[in-house]
Each structure stands twice: as structure tokens, then as C-alpha cells.
């Protein structure tokens, strides 16, 4: 176990920025609360000895699915941009993005 | 202030763009230059709903990009997410490869100060490109054609220590990368791209010191000059009793300097965990000896088996491997030739200049491998003399076309019957008689002088040896 | 009511045109679905013209196992043309530019998409409260919830609105609900039916299934759409067996080893639904199965492994939704970090934010190991639980929910306490297995009870023959919701 990780309670304001979800304080304030709650029932995973056993990342033993390199038609430009919330010249609108 | 000496630890990481038909992970193609979002599906927009399947070419490229670097295949491989958000991530989490990437180990072949040496490489990975970010006055626009790409990333070992060695290592990269026709390689265009990883510590340590990590790297000269001012920059700071903060900088072409991006405050959490929706990649032995089997040529093969096939000095092999377009061009004409030295001559002075000149890719240049051979041939049969050559040539750069044709349209057949120079030496005395006088005086140069009359006379057509064994028999009289 | 099979049979003899099944859908949606509430939008058009392009195409002498049978399709399926908003407001006025896969295999065995149907936001809760836009009622007690998060889809097929409905199970959310309801509902095992188009929740958890009106239909609809599908990696290439010609006319049961969890009957179990449960499994040992007792040690971090992996997966899939391409996207931003804070504090409901958030945690920077990787290793151990179990019986028989279903508002302020509703759902999920949930009989409130048959990776056709053996045996599936809807016409035709 992480050495940060025991009995810790999770930073529910810095997880929900690494989120990218702003929260209010209320919110914040009942989310810290519930997931305090939650976090502390799923932590009972501690209590069993997993040395030695492999991880499960997927629920059927495949391998080795893969297409073949053929170019298909995919979209218009607009039908790309049909759902967009801003566009212009043919590109999805942001916000400026700084560098 | 501290007096001691700094060495440079540099490590790159170059992302690589593979030259398949279609994404890494859908239909879309990958041809550049279209409309914005044209070349796009719900699967690279990132829609709900919609999955990756992997591209078998871009698995084959990058394992063979392994085999000609010698890395180790890795039996079993696998994707995985990297989280984070901007606006050029379609689903802000990058499918790449976490700790078991396509490729290990391995090195790159560089020439340094003290002959060949290898640079190490950690691994190589297979991961999705970005789409492309434009920058408007009050907003920014994307556009997705990129996105979902394949792209292939080879990270070295921290082990080089100066800015021409990091250079010489990407050129190396990019010609072993051209030999294995994996990608076209450009830094200019984006389809090679590099992030330069670089610490100081005082000469005979072993411990890494902090590192910073160089962005907007775009031609091998912005690598070499942002390398030499960011070292300059970390000496200055240890030398002033300052710390090196981790952190990432951004090469500025225009001020010549490196400036700060993000420190390690901000630096990001990705979050990797495995991609549910992909399946591993298991290479078996004999999966990877039969793509083993079509593996091209490697540099350093190349340069021994010109060496041997053509009697060539070890610097011409060196020269002409070293470029793969060039190694090609001088094969298609060496190839047949009775004097591929002579080849290898043109296109390591003429050929190289020129090209260096107009900027041209030797691939694209006017004048054939047929046509370099025919020139060689002409000058060995004395059918024309190496001034004519060498005027040739430059004809069939600009504008192509057969050498034996041009020499019998224009009659610049080399003269050596001595009866029709005769007059022209003789003119040649009569119209310098100080140089001749020079030359019976024991001024041995004047004859040289003399001689280059001769040529003029001639149009260049003159044998010069003859024209020189003339003039001094008429002299010595 | 009539069951999709008995439909087809209807149709097939003339008995009845797919625009009148449609209409008279129509008209039950007319009738109840303003109490009721399961469907999100219904096309009536749109479902008149396929009716009328299926009626033609019999006409000409066409057939198949669905032509002309409407089915009702979870809100969370993309289905070319419809908006597919999760029952989110982060995705208000997004419309899908493409079919599903799943749905594509309706479409080309020539059913009608009738409507979307309610649920949990991302499919994301047992209750379909977490809907962004409305509650959905138990057509067994208007003060019940149907379940979730595939409730809308169970809902209108209790109800009478739907002959069957698609419905994504990630955690148990096809089974639960259709426990809840009364109705029949199959998880296929992980990589049966391709996800493509399935707006993921936990890509390795996630299955699209049937929910229907008998076990009959359940196959019916599991053939038209499972199989390899080259956009989906993790679907499987195993061939599709005929499941509806596998079911047994009678005496599917006999001889059958069902296993029972010695996990799942303890401490937590409603009295009443373990006496049903009870009950049904005495019913199959009559019906000539064996039936053994076998444990399942890992069942307590069953849970807490299933939290951690789904949210995990969930936070890099929910990632997307950031109103760049489509989707909510907030009015004000200066820059495009900020663009994403507003956007999904706006989009997303407060159940998805927990789960985004704990699935974040678990994967952050220091808790990786701790949490994530420590859940996908315990998944190995409850995996190996089911393998070692499977040696000792064909199939496995338990509850679907610990309860019936809960009342409105009963877990709103406590979402753990949900989530331990979960507890003999979720484990399919985790080991990729296969699960059949069907009713069994009722509590003295009227509600009903689910049974469950688990069967090993791709062991469909065996769950299917147990529990068509069992719903000859008892007709639960034929007892008819108080607020469902008449019939009149087609089944005063039909019987």
C-alpha cells in the first residue's frame, strides 16, 4: 500500500480539479462527507492478502484483435461539426488556449 | 560562485508519425492537408459510444522500427489510458503504452568525435497523435484530421552530454528510420517531433542532477541551439549557487532562449491504467522472425557492403550511407559502372553541393543515376575532358536530359588530334608572348597560363594534357 | 399482454399488421406513460414508417425473427438520428451520427425502434432517480422505484408499453431492474453482444442485454445480436448458437446441477425474497434439477472491487464530455480549463460527480496501488471463485437484489447504501459472466421478486433453458402490473 494512502481522506476539491469539475461548497462539502464514507468501505480491499496474484484488466482472455490498415470514408466536415457547441472555418471553437 | 566544471546528461524522446494508410485505431485516413475535419469519424472525435480497434500496420512498423534499432520485441504488449485534458485530446485521455511498450533496449548508431558510437534507447512505444490547435486572435480552432494517427515514440537513455551528440543521435534516428521507410521523418513538417530532456552535474559525478524538458524543438538546428543556451542557462544557475527546478521550457526561435512552460507543481497526473477496450498484443517468435524477414537494409550493412561491393574508402561508404535517398542514388548508378569510385566522387562534391545549394531532395533531382553513369563513362573513355564534365553536369541538374546526346548536339567532343590544336597553341603563343618568354626564361607556371589559353581558344573542347604537351614542345624549341 | 414470439406468430398468420402493434403501443404509451414515465422520447412517425416499410417488406414475402416487433431502446444506445443523451443534461441536443451495433442487428432483423427509454444518468445508479430529466415508476406501486439504471426499460415493458427494450448492464443494471419490475432480463457474458455504441460506463464491465416479457423472447433478441463485431475488440469471435431453438419444450431443468451460494442466502436478505427464492429453487429441484450448495468466498469485496473498477474506467470514459464536440457546454469561459470546470459542473448530475471522483481518486498519483491495482488483483480472486464453482454445478441460482424494490427517495442521501444493493449483480459483471434475471414471485406488498441464473462465459444457452424451464413451471411472467396499460384489441385477437 502507498505509504500516502492509509487512513487519509480523499482532497475532494483537489480530485474534482484533476477532474476538471468545479465544485461548489456545498457540494464539496457533502461529496467530503460521502466519500469519506465510501472511501472507507471500499479501503476493507486491505485486508486481503494479494501478493502474487495477478491484476484482471479485462473479462475474456482474447488477444491480438486487430483491422487491417484500409482507408474508409468517415465524416463530412459537416457532419463532424453538426453537434459542435461553437465552430468556424470548418474547426471546433475553444476558448483561447494559452501555451 | 563555484568553480566547477558541468557535464550535460541529455535524453530525447521523439515522437514519430507512421506512414499507414489509415489511424491507429480507425478507418480515417492519415493523408495531411486537407480541410479542417475532414478526415475524421465519430471513433478519432472521441463520440460516445464508439471503441478502437488497432491498426495491424502501425503494430508491424513499429516493431520492425525495433528490429532495425535491435531492440527487443516484447512478446506481450498492451495499451493503456493517460488522462488528461486539452483541447487537441478528442476523449482527454491519450491511448498509449504504459509499462509494456511494442519495443525495449536497442541503440542508435551515432558519429562522434571519436568515431561510431551507439546511444542506448529505453523502449518504444505505439500511441494516438493529437489533433491540431489553431490560434485565432480572441479564440482558438481545432481540428481533428490528425487525431487518432499513429505515432510511434523512442525514448533514449539520459547518455548523451552535448548539444552535437543530440543531433547527430536524431539524424541517426531518422536515417535508420528512413532505411526501415517506417515514416518520412520530417522535423519541419511534424512528422518527427522530439522533447529534449536535459541536466547538468559537475564533471565526474554519477548521480543525475534536475532536469528540465525542451519544447517546439521543430528542425535539428532549434534542438542544437536551445540545448547550448539551456545548458548555458543551468551552468549560469549552479555557477551562482542557484537550483535547477524541475520543469518544462519552451524554445524560443526569435529570442534564442529557452522560457518556462509549467514547473513540477503543475505538472500532470495521468491516471494510466489499462485500456479495457483493447485486447493485448501477443507477438509470437515466429510473428516476429517472418516480419524479421522483410527487414530492410540497415546503415551500418549498407556501409560495410559498399565498402566491399563498390572498393570504396570507408569515408565515401560512410558519406553515402549515411543519407538513405543518397545511398540509393548512388547505387542506381554505380550499379553497371566500371568506376564507382568515380561515382561516388560526383555525388559526394557536385551532387551534395548543389543539392546543398538549391535545397533539393536527391530523390526529386533532374539528372538520372543512368545519366551520372553516362557522364563517368564519357569521362573515362576521355570522350570529353572533366571541364566539359563538370559543366554537364550542371546542365543535367538544372534541366536533365542524356549526356551523350548533349555532347554530340553541341560538339564539346573532346579535341586530341594535335593537328587541329596545333594552331590554336600556336595562337595562344603569338597573342601571350610574355608568358612564353616566362616560360623558356624557367618559369614553369607560365605554361599552366598558356595552357588555359588554349582551352579558352577551344571552347573547353581541348584535351589539357595535350594541349600542355604541345605547348611545350613548340616552347622548347 | 403479448410477448414478441407470439407477435411474430400473429403477424406471420395475418392475424395483425406491425402498424397496428405499433399503434396500439401508441395508445398504452398514451395511457400511462405520464405516470409511469419510462420513455425519455418516442418518434411515433419515425415507428410508423418502419412498421409500415416492415408490414411491405412481409408483403413481398420477407421474414425474421423480429420484423415488424418494436423495441424500446435505452437511452444510453446510439441509434443514428435520435439524440443519445444518457439521460444527462451534458448531453442535451446531441444526436447520434451512427447506429450501434446492437441496434444496427434490430434494424437489419427488421424490428421498429420505438423510443428511448429512462434511466440512471450514464446509466449510472439502481434506481433511475438519477435521471436528469424524470422519475420513473414501478408499474407494480407508483411509490416504487423500477429499478436502474436500465428502469425506463423495464418499466415500459411491466406496463405494456413496450413488447421488449434494450437495456446495458455494468453492475447489474438489466437484472435489477428487471427483478424490480417483474419482467425478464439477460446480461450476456462479457464480449456476447458488441458494446459499439453503447455510451461506456466501465468498458470491461459493460453488456447490452434484452429485457422482455419471458425468457422466449430474451433468446430471441440475444441471437439477433450477439456475435463478433470488427468495432468492437473485446467481443467474441465464439459462434452464435440458435438459443430459442435450444429451449426446452419442456424438462429443461431435469438433470441440471444448479449451484447455491452459501454467501448469498446470509444475513441482509429480505425475509420475503429469500422465502421466494427459497421457494423457486425448491420449484427447479422439483422440475428435476440438483441442486448443491457451493460458496463463493469473495462475495464481501465484491462491492468494493466493482466501485473501484467501474469508476475507475468511468472517470477516463466520462473524460469526453467536456463541450468541445458536442454536448453542454457552458455559456462563459475565458480559457478552455475553465471551459471544462463550468461545462461538466453544469452537465453532470451529483451521483456521476461522485463517481467521477472516486473513480479519480483510485487512480491518482499514490492511491493507484492501493486501490485500483489492489481491485483488479481481488477481481482475479472472485473470477476464480465462479471458475472453481462452475466445476461443481451447470449454472448457479440466487436473488437478484437483496430486496424488492425500494421506495422513491428511499437511498437519496446515501449512496453506499445503494450500492450495496448491487451485491449478487455485480460479480457477473466482474467475472464476465452470464446472468438471467426473471420473476419468482411477489412480496405481500405486491411487488415482485427476482430470480437469478448464473452461467459461466458464454453459457447463455444453459441459463436460458433454466429459466424457460422455471417460467413454464410457474407463469410468474404472465401476472400483469395494476398500472400497466390495456390491450384490448391485438390480445382480444390473440386469445
Not at chain 3, 458488441?194 to 430471441?220: C, E, H, K, N, W
Not at chain 3, 464536440?325 to 453532470?348: I, P, Q
Amino acid at each position: 500500500m502507498a505509504s500516502n494512502s492509509d487512513q487519509q481522506s480523499m482532497d475532494v476539491n483537489y480530485i474534482a480539479r484533476l477532474a476538471r469539475m468545479n465544485l461548489d461548497a456545498l457540494e464539496a462539502r457533502q461529496f467530503q462527507t460521502q466519500m469519506d464514507g465510501i472511501v472507507d468501505y471500499v479501503r476493507q480491499l486491505s485486508e486481503l492478502d494479494v501478493e502474487g496474484v495477478e491484476p484482471t484488466a479485462h473479462a475474456a482472455p482474447i488477444q491480438n484483435v486487430f483491422r487491417e490498415d484500409l482507408a474508409q470514408p468517415g465524416l463530412t466536415q459537416e457532419q463532424a461539426l453538426a453537434n459542435a457547441p461553437a465552430q468556424s472555418g470548418g474547426q471546433f471553437i475553444v476558448p483561447k488556449i494559452v501555451e | 560562485m563555484s568553480a566547477a566544471r558541468y557535464e550535460a546528461v541529455i535524453g530525447l524522446e521523439v515522437h514519430v508519425q507512421l506512414k499507414t494508410r489509415s489511424k491507429m485505431f480507425c478507418g480515417c485516413a492519415t493523408s495531411f492537408g486537407a480541410e479542417p475535419n475532414t478526415n475524421v469519424c465519430p471513433v478519432c472525435l472521441g463520440y460516445p459510444g464508439t471503441m478502437p480497434v488497432m491498426n495491424r500496420e502501425a503494430i508491424r512498423l513499429t516493431v520492425l522500427s525495433g528490429l532495425m534499432l535491435g531492440c527487443r520485441i516484447n512478446p506481450r504488449s498492451k495499451f493503456d489510458r493517460k488522462s488528461y485534458f486539452y483541447p487537441d485530446m478528442p476523449k482527454n485521455y491519450q491511448i498509449t503504452q504504459y509499462d509494456q511498450p511494442l519495443c525495449l533496449g536497442g541503440g542508435v548508431e551515432i558519429e562522434g568525435a571519436s568515431g561510431l558510437a551507439t546511444v542506448p534507447l529505453t523502449r518504444i512505444h505505439l500511441e494516438e497523435d493529437v489533433a491540431k490547435n489553431m490560434h485565432f486572435a480572441t479564440c482558438s480552432g481545432v481540428d481533428f484530421n490528425r487525431a487518432g494517427s499513429p505515432l510511434m515514440e523512442i525514448v533514449s537513455e539520459p547518455a548523451m552530454h552535448t548539444p552535437e551528440q543530440a543531433v547527430a543521435y536524431l539524424q541517426g534516428l531518422k536515417q535508420t528510420l528512413m532505411y526501415a521507410g517506417v515514416s518520412d521523418c520530417n522535423l519541419e513538417e511534424g512528422n518527427m517531433r522530439c522533447d529534449v530532456n536535459v541536466s547538468l552535474r559537475p564533471v565526474g559525478a554519477t548521480a543525475l542532477g534536475t532536469k528540465a524538458e525542451l519544447k517546439n524543438l521543430n528542425s535539428f538546428k532549434s534542438v542544437l541551439l536551445a540545448l547550448r543556451a539551456e545548458i548555458g542557462r543551468q551552468e549560469q544557475l549552479l555557477r551562482e549557487g542557484g537550483r535547477v527546478v524541475q520543469e518544462t521550457r519552451r524554445w524560443d526561435v526569435e529570442a534564442g532562449a529557452t522560457f518556462l512552460m509549467r514547473t513540477k507543481e503543475d505538472a500532470h497526473d495521468y491516471r494510466y491504467f489499462p485500456e479495457p477496450d483493447l485486447m493485448p498484443v501477443v507477438l509470437s517468435e515466429q510473428q516476429i522472425a517472418e516480419w524479421a524477414r522483410g527487414l530492410p537494409e540497415t546503415p551500418r550493412q549498407r556501409r560495410a557492403r559498399f565498402a566491399s561491393e563498390y572498393s570504396l574508402p570507408e569515408y565515401d561508404a560512410r558519406v553515402l550511407a549515411a543519407d538513405k535517398a543518397v545511398g540509393d542514388y548512388f547505387e542506381a548508378a554505380a550499379r553497371g559502372s566500371k568506376a564507382p569510385k568515380i561515382v561516388s566522387n560526383w555525388v559526394m562534391t557536385e551532387m551534395l553541393r548543389r543539392l546543398g545549394e538549391t535545397g533539393q531532395e536527391i530523390a526529386a533531382v533532374q539528372i538520372t543515376p543512368a545519366a551520372l553513369a553516362e557522364l563517368v563513362e564519357l569521362t573515362e573513355a576521355g570522350a570529353i575532358n572533366s571541364n566539359t564534365a563538370r559543366e554537364l553536369f550542371g546542365e543535367l541538374f538544372a534541366n536533365g536530359g542524356s549526356p551523350r546526346a548533349l555532347v554530340e548536339a553541341r560538339g564539346l567532343a573532346q579535341v586530341s588530334d594535335s593537328g587541329a590544336l596545333q594552331a590554336l597553341v600556336d595562337q595562344a603563343i603569338r597573342e601571350n608572348a610574355k608568358s612564353a618568354e616566362d616560360f623558356r626564361g624557367g618559369k614553369a607556371v607560365a605554361l599552366k597560363f598558356l595552357t588555359g589559353q588554349v582551352m579558352r581558344l577551344s571552347r573547353g573542347k581541348a584535351n589539357p594534357q595535350l594541349a600542355a604537351q604541345l605547348l611545350e614542345e613548340r616552347l622548347k624549341k | 399482454m403479448l410477448t414478441a414470439h407470439e407477435l411474430q406468430d400473429r403477424l406471420v398468420r395475418g392475424d395483425c399488421s406491425s402498424v397496428e402493434i405499433v399503434q396500439e403501443l401508441l395508445a398504452a404509451i398514451q395511457e400511462v406513460d405520464g405516470t409511469i414515465r419510462g420513455y425519455l422520447s418516442v418518434d411515433a412517425e419515425a415507428a410508423l414508417a418502419q412498421a409500415r416499410a416492415a408490414d411491405a417488406a412481409r408483403a413481398t414475402g420477407r421474414g425474421g425473427p423480429l420484423l415488424g416487433i418494436p423495441v424500446a431502446i435505452k437511452d444510453v444506445l446510439n441509434v443514428a438520428g435520435q439524440p443519445c443523451g444518457c439521460a444527462s443534461k451534458m448531453l442535451r441536443g446531441y444526436v447520434a451520427p451512427y447506429d450501434a451495433t446492437a441496434v444496427a442487428a434490430l434494424r437489419a432483423a427488421g424490428a421498429v425502434l420505438l423510443g428511448r427509454t429512462n434511466m440512471d444518468e450514464f446509466a449510472m445508479g439502481s434506481t433511475t432517480e438519477n435521471s436528469a430529466f424524470q422519475v420513473t415508476r414501478n408499474p407494480w406501486s407508483l411509490e416504487h422505484v423500477p429499478g436502474g439504471s436500465s428502469g425506463g426499460s423495464a418499466a415500459v415493458v411491466a406496463a405494456g408499453e413496450a413488447v421488449a427494450a434494450l437495456g446495458s448492464d455494468t453492475g447489474g443494471s438489466i437484472r435489477q431492474p428487471a427483478g424490480f419490475c417483474g419482467c425478464v432480463g439477460l446480461k450476456p457474458s462479457y464480449g456476447r453482444v458488441s458494446r459499439y455504441g453503447l455510451t461506456a460506463f466501465a468498458s470491461s464491465l459493460d453488456q447490452i442485454g434484452p429485457m422482455t416479457r419471458d425468457v422466449r423472447d430474451a433468446a430471441r433478441l440475444l441471437g439477433v445480436m450477439a456475435g463478433h463485431d470488427p468495432h468492437d475488440s473485446t467481443s467474441l469471435p465464439a459462434p452464435v448458437e440458435d438459443y430459442e431453438a435450444g429451449l426446452p419444450v419442456s424438462g429443461g431443468l431435469r438433470g441440471m446441477r444448479l449451484g447455491m451460494p452459501r454467501e448469498y442466502f446470509g444475513g441482509g436478505l429480505d425475509t420475503e425474497v429469500e422465502a421466494a427464492v427459497s421457494a423457486a429453487v425448491e420449484e427447479c429441484r422439483r422440475q428435476g434439477a440438483e441442486v448443491v450448495e457451493i460458496s463463493l468466498p469473495h462475495t464481501r469485496y465484491a462491492i468494493a472491487t466493482y466501485y473501484i473498477v467501474a469508476c475507475a474506467e468511468a472517470s477516463a470514459n466520462l473524460s469526453r464530455f467536456d463541450g468541445v464536440r458536442y454536448g453542454h457546454r457552458t455559456a462563459v469561459a475565458g480559457d478552455a480549463t475553465e471551459l471544462y470546470l463550468r461545462s461538466r459542473a453544469e452537465g453532470f448530475g451529483a451521483e456521476v460527480k461522485r463517481r467521477i471522483l472516486l473513480g479519480t481518486y483510485v487512480l491518482s498519483s499514490g492511491y493507484h496501488d492501493a486501490y485500483y491495482l489492489r481491485a483488479q488483483k481481488v477481481r482475479t480472486l472472485i473470477r476464480r471463485d465462479f471458475d472453481a464453482a462452475f466445476e461443481r454445478c451447470a449454472a448457479i441460482v440466487c436473488p437478484v437484489a437483496p430486496t424488492a424494490a425500494y421506495r422513491l427517495g428511499a437511498t437519496g442521501g446515501d449512496p453506499l447504501k445503494m450500492y450495496l444493493g448491487d451485491v449478487f449483480t455485480v460479480t457477473a459483471n466482474l467475472a464476465g459472466l452470464c446472468g438471467l434475471a426473471l420473476p419468482c414471485g411477489f412480496t405481500a406488498a405486491g411487488l415482485p421478486v427476482g430470480l437469478q441464473f448464473l452461467g459461466p462465459a458464454l453459457g447463455e444457452a444453459r441459463v436460458l433453458r433454466a429459466g424457460r424451464a422455471y417460467e413454464q413451471a410457474t407463469a410468474w411472467h404472465t401476472r400483469r402490473a395494476p398500472h400497466a396499460a390495456g390491450m384490448a384489441r391485438t390480445e382480444a385477437g390473440g386469445k
